[in-house]
């Protein structure tokens, strides 16, 4: 065992990819393509999804039952997708994700210009689109894994943020400007981002993403492979703490859709666009530093988590204090700026330590927990609002982030998983 060590000691250190480079990497950027382009068709679709409902019903509730059916198959059908996304061919699962979610949006796109469309069709639509999302997901996580090597899964990741973050900034823009024109136009638009989708993943040439597991799954075999992806992760200090991590995270972060919608009104009197003006902001700050992060390889991922999570409660702390528009704007930056700093780096991390085989599983996992944990988070910051200020909480929030930082200092397996 010494001698492996001392071999590896001696290994010169790949050198990072740029974003160039890693751009001329064509598999990943067909993938990065399809990321793109589907992700702007379904926020396009999250938009028309809810202006159709309202139109239709006047229902705040129906709203409400519409986004929750995006949800729950998301969480029911997590598990089993990484199970089978670990054991089969995951460039096949992208394929018929995209293939089904492109006809279901279609059949929407027909009963719309035929006046046939009734809101429990939506509602079904969206569990239908949210299953296959469940099976898409992860095996896009597997797929980048293999496409990309180790030393630039980092810049990956964040290329892949900046992407998000772009699309988080146009598709609520065309959304509705499509939905002004046509709301019909609005879902055909997602349905082709399917099918571009889908083209550009079939370009994708990857022997490691077509290869199956042999052997029939049953339910014992499902079984006994839930309790391998189980067993590893909490079998492994370093994975077990960045799970928790992972999870402590959200909760520090998920309360901000609560808190900041209330702040934008008190601190101005501009109305949404005062609220609009914090959110294209705080998305600056993302994008810039998810690209800033891919000039920040060769720091330990830890130290950048830890000052994502200082940039994070500093900002908060800040809110706590002044009431002033301008100075908020300012720290809504810095929000944005601290997100992918700390969520990046950590979320690369898991992904270097989690065998490949097992990615799939360890990915769904994850997904789940981030979305069981949002809601509690969400929940609890509306009761504790109920009884504390604003300013108060942002400084629980503040003192949260802290105890993380400390935390993560005296944990000696995250402090030696870099070395």
């Known amino acids: 065992m010494a001698n492996v060590q001392t071999t590896n000691s001696t290994q010169p250190e790949p050198k990072p990819l740029g974003y160039k480079e890693l751009l001329s990497i064509r598999n990943y950027l067909y993938l990065l393509g399809a990321q ?26 129906m709203m409400s039952t519409v986004l929750v059916a995006q949800m729950v198959p998301a969480i029911v059908f997590g598990i089993f997708a990484g199970v089978m996304v670990d054991r089969g061919n995951k460039r096949k699962y992208m394929l018929r994700a995209d293939f089904y979610r492109a ?18 069709m939506l509602i079904l639509a969206s569990v239908i689109l949210a299953s296959f999302t469940a099976f898409f997901t992860p095996a896009r ?26 699309v988080s900034l146009v598709a ?3 959304g509705g400007l499509l939905v002004s024109i046509d709301m019909g136009l609005a879902f055909l638009v997602n349905a082709v981002t399917f099918f571009l989708s889908l083209l550009l993943i079939s370009l994708i040439r990857n022997e490691e993403l077509t290869k199956v597991v042999e ?63 914090f959110e294209i902001t705080f998305f600056a700050g993302v994008l810039l530093g998810s690209i800033v992060l891919g000039y920040l390889t060769r720091w330990p991922k830890i130290a950048l988590v830890i000052t994502g999570i200082l940039l994070l409660l500093a900002a908060f702390m800040v809110l706590a204090f002044v009431k002033n528009f301008y100075v908020a704007t300012v720290m809504m930056f810095v929000l944005g ?28 996992a994850i997904g789940i927990l981030t979305m069981t944990s949002a809601p509690l988070a969400l929940s609890l910051s ?6 504390v200020s604003i300013s108060e909480f942002f400084m629980y929030c503040s003192a949260f982030g802290l105890l993380l930082v400390v935390m993560m200092l005296l944990n000696p397996v995250i402090r030696k998983s870099e070395a």
């Open 337 to 364: 700026l601290g997100t992918p700093m700390t969520n990046v780096p950590l979320s690369t991390m898991f992904a270097l330590k989690v065998p490949r085989e097992l990615l799939g599983r360890a990915s769904s």
């Open 36 to 61: 793109f382009v589907s992700d702007l068709g379904e926020g396009v679709y999250r938009l028309a999804l809810a202006w159709a409902m309202l139109e239709m019903t006047g229902s705040a509730l």
């Open 141 to 166: 996580s597997v797929a980048v894994r293999f496409l990309v090597p180790d030393h630039a899964l980092m810049q990956a990741k964040s290329l892949s943020t900046s992407t998000n973050t772009i």
């Open 382 to 387: 509306g009761s504790v609002l109920a009884v």
């Open 172 to 174: 609520p823009a065309l």
């Open 103 to 120: 006809l279901v949006v279609a059949a929407v796109v027909a009963l719309w210009y035929l006046d046939l469309l009734q809101p429990w």
């Open 215 to 277: 052997g029939k799954l049953n339910f014992s075999v499902f079984k006994q492979s839930l309790q391998e992806g189980y067993r590893t992760i909490m079998g492994n200090k370093t994975l077990k703490s960045l799970v928790y991590y992972v999870v402590l995270l959200n909760l520090l972060l998920a309360p901000s859709g609560v808190l900041i919608p209330m702040y934008a009104f008190q601190v101005s009197d501009m109305g949404a666009a005062g609220l609009a003006v």
